[in-house]
């Protein structure tokens, strides 16, 4: 076996199957639900933001999700291969052009939002 | 190196390491060779890239010609009578190990300067200082330990080649051992370059609290 063919029977177990979420894209506001353990217990907490960016491949894959808090910008990195993340819901579909949206960081108040993909629905 | 995440969730950055089958292509003993080794034999290679001697020396434990020999010191004669020649030595011996010594060649890194090479802090970037910023300053006189002299003192921290020297990584915690396909998950980087060769051994020396985890297993 030559080096990639190891790593990826390595990490092939790890990587969860492709249909293990919904199909977004960026652009998309999504609720991310985590797994928060606390002692023995365990809670699920939703992040709920704009998906800005997804980045790499494979076990590397990360989700960049953008959310305001209390009028100050929020970003949560997740590793999409984490058992942590119990599940993510697709909330809507936002209009993008650009794979990275970090433009969105310089944006204030409701020019923050982004166009829906559906045809006629703006601003929803 | 990738990662690695645990059943509760955490991510482990992990190297992967082919950690073998080596063959024992020699056992040394006091009788024979003045001591006690046993010398290890890892990645078959072409004939016509080896030489005579090489292959006709791993031909005596009954192998094709291997890359890279490294031999082990052992304890006394029985230990090293232990193994066979040609015998097959693989990951299962870190059976239950929790952590492991690395050693390998760094990369090169070539001609470098002080800050680089000796994490030296430089001159200061402005109040009159020209062309100097990255440079060590005064080197000194200390011609012998007792005090000033007309030489610089010897070992003085330079300028100079930097990398492609033998390192080693203490203690690194073995993540996971895969003895079917001989491959060993290590936490965190390992000296060298990508499909470079390294030497593993199981922890010589542990801090207390890795001690005790060792212990437990």
Sequence with gaps: MNRSEILESVVA???????????????????????????????????????????????????????????EGVERIFPLNSPRIAKIELVR???????????????????????????GLKHT | MTRYF??????????????????VTQVKTTETDG???????MDDIKPRRSTMPQIGHDAKAGTAPKRVHREIRCDDDAEAESFELG?????????????????GTSKGKGFQGVMKRHNFRG?????????????????????????????????KKMAGHMGSERVTVRSLDVVSIDSDKNL???????PGPAEGYLFIRAAKRLYKSKAHVQAKA
Excluded: M, W
């Design chain 2, 6 to 23: 645990t059943e509760d969730g955490n991510n482990i950055p992990v190297t992967v390491v082919q950690a073998g089958p080596c063959v």
């Design chain 2, 35 to 41: 001591y006690s080794a046993v010398q290890l034999a």
């Design chain 2, 87 to 103: 015998q097959t030595v693989d990951l299962s011996c870190f059976e239950g190990q929790c952590f492991v010594d690395v050693t």
């Design chain 2, 123 to 155: 001159l200061e970037a402005s109040h009159g200082t020209q062309r100097k910023h990255r440079s060590a300053g005064s080197i000194g006189g200390h011609a012998t330990n007792l005090g000033t002299g007309p030489k610089v003192k010897k070992g």
């Design chain 1, 13 to 71: 177990e790890q990587i969860k199957p492709e249909d293990a979420y919904p199909n977004f894209s960026v652009g998309d506001t999504l609720d991310v639900h985590y797994r928060i353990v606390e002692g023995d217990k365990e809670r699920i907490q939703v992040f709920q933001g704009v998906l800005i960016g997804i980045k790499s491949s494979g076990i590397n894959k990360t989700i960049t999700v953008r959310r305001i808090v209390a009028n």
């Design chain 2, 184 to 190: 060993l998950l290590l936490k965190g980087p390992v």
């Design chain 1, 93 to 119: 579909h936002g209009d993008s052009r650009r794979s990275k949206l970090y433009f969105l960081r310089n944006r204030v108040g409701k020019s923050r939002r982004l166009r829906d993909q559906r045809r």
